[in-house]
């Protein structure tokens, strides 16, 4: 069932992150970024065809069964914005992700990840937006996300930057809690889980899996399970 986009859906998300103790990572040896999770309202079935060139970027990708790459059937009520990357970035190409990138000098992470969402899809908030914060997670590549949750107030026209965003989607919320999400898988690489959030026909992995599974338990159901120690996997680690 999709989640109806009201104010108390609002107060609620905003509630569960002010009741929350947040855990902040601190690491010299990373680069700070933030991403935005921005609640937006969406219409069941606007998604039928994915407007990606997905085929171009899965030729020889193993695929699990019945998975073929493609976002497609995911909207419907509350949603979340997610994006393809370009594939032409020299990081992460082609890789699912939330509107986010490096904190600049002298920048607060709220200002960081508005900034990163007007750039990356053109859709301009103000501070007053920001519902509250989820926990840091610690990358592979260098970095310390701190995921920003915002209210994007409706639908939000969206305008995708072509050098960084090849494609942006209105994820309902209820495809968060999915009966088969999330699934944890083991490598050879690492002891820690790899965590997978399946959403279309594709996985969603950390870092921005792991966002997004905070969301849902803290955000949706009122769970204080950390994330920070899940894993990504091997092909995000550079």
């Not at 010299?28 to 937006?40: E, F």
């Not at 990081?91 to 002298?106: K, N, Y």
């Not at 088969?180 to 790899?194: A, K, L, M, N, T």
């Amino acid at each position: 069932m999709t989640i109806i986009y009201d104010e108390a859906l609002r107060m609620r998300v905003r509630s569960n992150l002010a009741s929350h103790r947040r855990r902040e990572v601190v690491d010299p040896s990373k680069r700070h970024a933030a991403v935005a999770v921005v609640l937006v309202d969406s219409e069941i079935g606007e998604d039928r065809v994915d407007p990606a060139p997905v085929d171009d970027w899965i030729d020889g990708r193993p695929m699990d069964p019945g998975l073929d790459g493609r976002m497609v059937d995911v909207s419907g009520g509350a949603a979340f914005l997610l994006c393809r990357r370009a594939s032409r970035l020299r990081a992460h190409a082609a890789q699912w992700a939330l509107p986010g990138g490096r904190v600049d000098e002298g920048e607060t992470v709220v200002d960081a990840a508005l900034r990163e969402l007007d750039e990356e899809l053109g859709v301009r908030l103000a501070p007053t937006s920001m519902l509250g914060l989820l926990d840091d997670y610690p990358t592979r590549s260098g970095y310390v996300i701190t995921p920003v949750v915002v209210w994007g107030g409706g639908r939000l026209d969206l305008r995708p930057s072509p050098d960084e965003v090849v494609a942006a989607y209105r994820v309902g919320l209820h495809q968060l809690q999915r009966g088969d999400s999330p699934r944890f898988v083991d490598i050879p690489e690492s002891p820690r889980p790899v965590v997978q959030i399946p959403l279309g026909n594709d996985l969603i992995h950390a870092p921005t899996g792991a966002v997004l599974l905070q969301f849902r338990w803290l955000c949706l159901e009122g769970r204080d399970d950390p994330v920070d120690q899940l894993e990504q996997p091997v092909f995000a680690w550079k």
